[in-house]
């Protein structure tokens, strides 16, 4: 004689819109940043590095000493200078044979040869000189006046503040999803206010270590909130799916291979493996193996056999 189980609460599955978001977390760069550092080796004899301000590109920043290559420059354009006056003269003298070919080639390659000798001193020169490269806001200085510094000192830091970046990863099975243009929405710690950003670019492949696609974004806003380095929480919209079939996630049994659902066939216990698509806090949307209008099994899942006779206590809609 066929035993009625126990009775047991099931939903009927139906087709509803999902909206495919994820959150996860970023933070915010500038869209530019440099370690301001020297070239060459020198003593400080000039800061204009004013700390927490903004300076336009081109302002001289930091001044090394440099008045020996000043002197040689000097010294240059005067050797500079009375050799282009010999080598006018011999160029008149060259007209009326009055000077050797050999010796006027001579003059001329020394007249180039002294040039060189100062684009290479100017070069120095400029060397000697910290410029901001861009707009931007100066960190804090880590140097003195009179202070040696050497190639691999950070003298200070700029940054462009006026322009953010948002630097954010993604799961990779989302990779794809995301292009350039693709909008997105943000949130900053202690602050529930969305702010919006736009990508323009992602890193070339997935990383080997996480999994994940490193994407940046452009914040469109501006405000005095937003600061780089700050942690936020990036909203992805991926699209919506109008016809979604949404289960209770208490009524999936997970298997070593499959995940499958109990749904009532002919008013008994059928197993059905089923695929899983996007998970929501209480429900996972299914893929394939049910369809809207069956009857699933939510809950007494472990006392339920392949035939069972059911019972339902409870059916939700």
């Known amino acids: 004689k066929e035993k009625v189980q126990r009775k047991v609460d099931a ?3 139906k087709s509803s819109s999902l909206i495919n978001d994820i959150a996860v977390s970023g933070s915010l760069m500038p869209y530019e940043e440099v370690a301001l550092m020297n070239e060459n080796a020198g003593r400080v004899v000039m800061i204009n590095l004013p700390e927490g301000k903004f300076v336009k590109k081109g302002t001289l920043l930091v001044q090394l000493f440099d008045d020996d290559l000043q002197a040689n420059l000097k010294k240059l354009q005067t050797q500079l200078s009375i050799q282009e006056k010999i080598y006018e003269r011999q160029s008149e003298l ?3 044979n009055g000077l ?5 080639d001579q003059t ?3 007249v180039n040869s002294i040039k060189a000798d100062i684009e290479v001193e100017k070069s120095l020169i400029r060397k000697s000189v910290i410029l901001a490269p861009f707009d931007g806001v100066i960190g804090l200085k880590n140097i003195s006046v009179g202070a040696q510094v050497t190639p691999s000192t950070n003298l200070a830091t700029i940054r462009m503040v006026d322009k953010l970046k948002l630097d954010f990863s993604i799961p990779e099975k989302y990779s794809s999803e995301i292009k350039p243009g693709f909008k997105v929405k943000f949130t900053i710690s202690g602050n529930d206010k969305l702010y919006d950003a736009t990508v323009f670019a992602s890193e070339g492949g997935i990383d080997a270590n996480t999994r994940n696609l490193r994407v940046r974004a452009l914040v469109i806003n501006k405000s005095d909130e937003l600061v780089p380095g700050g942690f936020t929480n990036v909203q992805l919209t991926l699209g919506e799916n109008k016809n979604a079939i949404m289960i209770s996630a208490q ?6 291979r499959n995940k499958s659902l109990i749904v009532s066939k002919n008013g008994k216990a059928h197993f059905v493996i089923v695929n899983t698509g996007i998970r929501k ?3 996972v949307e299914i893929l394939n193996g049910i369809h809207p209008g069956d009857t ?4 007494g899942l472990l006392f339920l056999k392949e035939g069972v006779k059911l019972s339902f206590s409870n059916i939700k809609n």
């Open 11 to 13: 939903e009927i599955a």
């Open 94 to 96: 060259l007209k009326v």
């Open 100 to 104: 050797s070919q050999y010796d006027y």
């Open 108 to 110: 001329f390659l020394q």
């Open 251 to 256: 009524a999936l049994i997970p298997q070593e």
């Open 281 to 283: 806090e209480s429900t």
């Open 296 to 299: 699933v099994v939510v809950n």
